[in-house]
């Protein structure tokens, strides 16, 4: 069988992490002011945060359905015979049932969807799991259950910069936003089940993540699992900060960083910090896969 996996730009930490990889990419888009931009196509990380920073209205959107169904077509005009295609949690966009929708009406037999979950490097471990599993021969069956078997072993938490995004989202209320910004706090998120969850608040970043990361670190050794560390525009000496403790923690050049997909960035606002820990792909460490 001639099988291609397929992702969307959820699960970039780096633009051209495929670049060695016949991985295809569907770019997902983010709205300032009306106006439609393609992730990594039209706009890029730095052009985000000027009409961030510049508090333009920033939203994103489920991709039409012709530019799905034509970005199929293309891929099955290569000659594949099925694809695999992971979308970003279907508890943080409607993307997974879309997309669920479109496999069924056109593609019925030929395109298989999975629900990831997640987002940024857990669901790019899936992605590339999958990889190996259909360049070593593995049916679409076995392909789908590896990766079900590997879901739900990671954690994820962000600790944005403010309470204003996660306001202009609806995700918080105007009036909770004002007070923690006037004093300072930032929330704790969590990401479980597929979903971000408040966990906790915070005036101390640096004391938070390190506390996090010790507590994670106990039962999740370096053996076994990948660290990232991503972030959006944060504080340079903050990030200097958890790059050096992670160094401590985990040992020099084992640390993953990124930065954070850009539909991600459009919900947390800039200055977002997020810290993920994945299971390692048949021990095989995910940093090897991004670095190529």
Not at 136 to 155: A, C, F, P, R, Y
Not at 278 to 285: A, V
């Amino acid at each position: 069988m001639n099988l291609l996996i397929s992702t969307d730009t959820s699960c970039l930490v780096k633009k051209d992490v495929f670049k060695n990889y016949e991985i295809s990419l569907f770019p997902l888009n983010v709205i300032i002011d009306g106006e439609e931009f393609l992730d990594g196509v039209t706009i890029n990380q730095d052009q985000l945060l000027v009409a961030m920073r510049g508090g333009r209205n920033i939203k994103t959107s489920t991709p039409p359905l012709g530019s799905i169904i034509e970005y199929f077509e293309n891929l099955f005009n290569k000659g594949y015979n099925h694809i695999i295609h992971f979308t970003i949690s279907c508890n943080l966009s409607s993307m997974y049932s879309l997309f669920c929708k479109v496999a069924e009406e056109n593609f019925k037999g030929k395109l298989t969807i999975i629900d990831s979950h997640s987002l940024s490097t857990p669901m790019l471990s899936y992605v590339f799991l999958a990889y190996e599993g259909a360049k070593n021969g593995l049916s679409v069956e076995e392909i789908v259950d590896s990766v079900e078997k590997q879901k739900n072993t990671d954690e994820v938490f962000f600790i944005p910069e403010n309470l204003t995004t996660l306001k202009n989202g609806g995700r918080i209320s105007p009036t909770v936003a004002l007070i923690g910004n006037i004093i300072g706090i930032k929330p704790v998120l969590i990401m479980k089940d597929g979903k971000i969850e408040k966990t906790g608040t915070t005036r101390k970043v640096r004391a938070t993540v390190a506390e996090n990361l010790t507590e994670i670190h106990k039962t999740h050794p370096v053996e076994e699992y990948d660290y990232t560390v991503i972030n959006f525009d944060a504080s340079e000496h903050q990030i200097a900060y958890i790059y050096d403790f992670c160094n401590t923690l985990l040992g020099d050049n084992r640390l993953i960083k990124g930065l954070i997909p850009i539909n991600v960035c459009a919900h947390c606002g800039p200055g977002t910090i997020g810290i993920l820990i994945t299971k390692k792909i048949n021990g095989k460490s995910l940093k090897d896969y991004i670095e190529g």
